[in-house]
Each structure stands twice: as C-alpha cells, then as structure tokens.
C-alpha cells in the first residue's frame, strides 16, 4: 500500500528534507514502492520511465488528479497557468512499452545498448561528461564494419539514433509538455520532472502541517501523534475553533 498517512508522510519529508535532489527522488521512490520492501537497488535498476510512472501514481494517492503547473513563455515571458492530470498521466506512462534491449544500425555501425535505469542516470549525472558516462553505462556491444568500437568513440549521428531509440524504448523517461501561449500564441516546450514536482507539494504541506500542529498543540496541549492521527476535516475544524476565540 502507497504511503499516504500523515505520519508517514512527515517522516519521508524529514529524511528528504537534507537529501540532494537524487536522494529525494530515491526517497519517494521508496514510497511508491513499498513492494519491493525497501529494495534500493531493485529500485535504481528500474527503467527511467517506470520510476516516472510510479511517482505520478504516488503523487495521485497523496494529493489528488489535479496538477497545478505554472511555467513562462519563452517567447514574450509571459507567466502560463494551467493544470494537468496526475492519473492520466499515471495510465499512459505505465501502459507504454518498454524493451530492455535495443539495436541500432547506422551506415557501418551496429550498436546493442539497454534502456538506462535510474542508477545510470544517477551516476552519469555526477560525471563531467554526462552524455559519454551513459554512453560507457548503457552501450553493450558496437561494433563498426565488424570491427569492435569502444562506445566513446560513437559518431554524433549515431548517439542521436541511440537517443532516439531509447526514447522510442521508453518514452515515459522524458515528460515533456508543449504549451501554446494565450497571448503570442508560441509554444513552449519544458520537461515535467516528477520528482521536483512532487518534493516541493509534499515540503510545503509538511510545513502546514507543523504549523497546524504548533497551533493545536498551544491551543489544547495535544502531542504531535494525537494531532496527526485526526482526520485532515477534523484538523481543520479545531482550527476554526481556535481562530474564533
């Protein structure tokens, strides 16, 4: 079962809370999957897109189908508003393929790499060339004319097809949103980072929530786990009280 107590979730949201992005995404990972009963390494050889997946499903039990989305015109700057939802989103993305391996064959080359997993990317990100660290990670055999080739040494026009099969592979590894600009009329293309996305809707509720329990706490000298045991209506109710006196 998805982790969607309050208790719980403030937990995630202190551990997360001095982790780098990385770790945060890790983290919600781990809420998503209670499954694999904390499995940090069955999670990071996951595919990409499967993660994606997850965390939109994760964010669907904790904060609902409707996603706010605020993002600028990259055109005239112009501040867009508009909503997204997290279930269709969740549906399409599990519901995409996905192949483990994929083969390439480009004008004397002939290339044999997998899908990148979460700890590909986590690791390529680190290096000072994320493209070539991938690469090294993710390309199994490539071979030119019969000649084995080392992947580093893979032509630009070749990397692209590489991509491009990959994102054909598994297209729920990049989210990315086309918004047509009310006002100029151009659109705007920016990738959805789930992961982002999600960490800072669950901060600033875990923030709210504190401060809910400060206010409770003052008010009628309950404990942190009394407070949080009641029922987000209940909560807010006794707050009403509260602001009337």
Known sequence: ????????????????AGRAPAGRALLLHHAARPDLAGDTQALLA???????????????????????????????????EFELDAGEFA??????????????AENGWEVEFRVPAVADLTAAARDADPRRALL??????????????????????VQRRIA??????????DVALNVACPDCGEATRAELDIASYLWTELDAWARDLLLDVHLLATAYGWTEPEILALSPLRRRYYLELCADV
């Open 1 to 16: 079962m998805v982790m969607t107590g309050a208790a719980d979730c403030l937990a995630a949201w202190e551990a997360g």
């Open 136 to 157: 090294a990670r993710c390309v199994v055999s490539a071979v030119r004319n019969g000649e084995p080739v080392p992947a580093y040494d893979l032509p630009a026009e």
């Open 91 to 104: 549906r399409s993305l599990a519901d995409s393929g996905r192949d483990p391996l994929v083969r390439v």
């Open 46 to 80: 996951l595919p990409v897109g499967e993660r994606e997946a997850d965390l939109f499903s994760l964010r669907r039990a904790l904060f609902g189908d409707r996603m706010q989305v605020r993002l600028a015109c990259r055109a005239c700057g112009e501040d867009m």
């Open 164 to 173: 491009e099969a990959a994102e054909a592979a598994d297209p729920a590894a």
